[in-house]
């Protein structure tokens, strides 16, 4: 005999967010479907790897997602730890790097959009917001740390394309 659906989930656990699917009971959220693992040889190899340079193609997208890995911050916070820890850029064309607060205001509206990370806004004066990282960020931070230890492990050939694309180096 079927048993009868009930409306009242407030037996399941919720992880208390304030939106999203996080509000939904934990059986009826969608479950994170595992994708197997793409290759070169595979048809949407190429396209996987232009869609994720379109999602995070901000010069600041990663200068934030890597402020906020320690923990939520607040707006202002957030600019300062970004300027703080904003690091020495060779490549040519790109000498000056100041974070402007204009840029990061726009920089966390296009993340927000893409849903790598979370504004929490207080309900009280004078309204402040909290930002931080989505779990998709904090995965994707994850899976690019072996491309920033691939670098790592290449300082020349940074070194002689940095030369190279200065005109310091022929061909």
């Not at 396209?47 to 607040?74: K, M, T, Y």
């Amino acid at each position: 005999m079927p048993v009868p659906e009930s409306n009242d989930h407030s037996r399941h656990r919720t992880t208390g967010s304030r939106r999203g699917s996080r509000d939904l009971p934990l059986p009826l959220r969608r479950r994170r479907v595992r994708a197997r693992r793409l290759t070169p040889r595979d048809e949407r190899y190429l396209q996987r790897i232009h869609d994720f340079r379109q999602l995070l193609n901000g010069e600041w997208d990663w200068d934030v997602l890597v402020a906020l890995h320690s923990g939520p911050l607040r707006y202002g916070e957030l600019l300062s730890a970004v300027r703080a820890q904003t690091p020495v850029n060779n490549w040519p064309n790109r000498s000056h790097r100041h974070l402007q607060d204009s840029t990061l205001c726009r920089t966390l509206s296009r993340l927000t959009e893409a849903e790598l990370i979370e504004c929490d806004h207080a309900d009280h004066f004078p309204f402040p917001a909290t930002y931080q990282l989505a779990p998709t960020a904090r995965e994707l931070l994850a899976v690019v740390a072996p491309a920033a230890e691939w670098t790592e492990a290449h300082p020349d050939l940074l070194i002689r394309v940095q030369k190279r694309r200065r005109g310091e180096l022929g061909g």
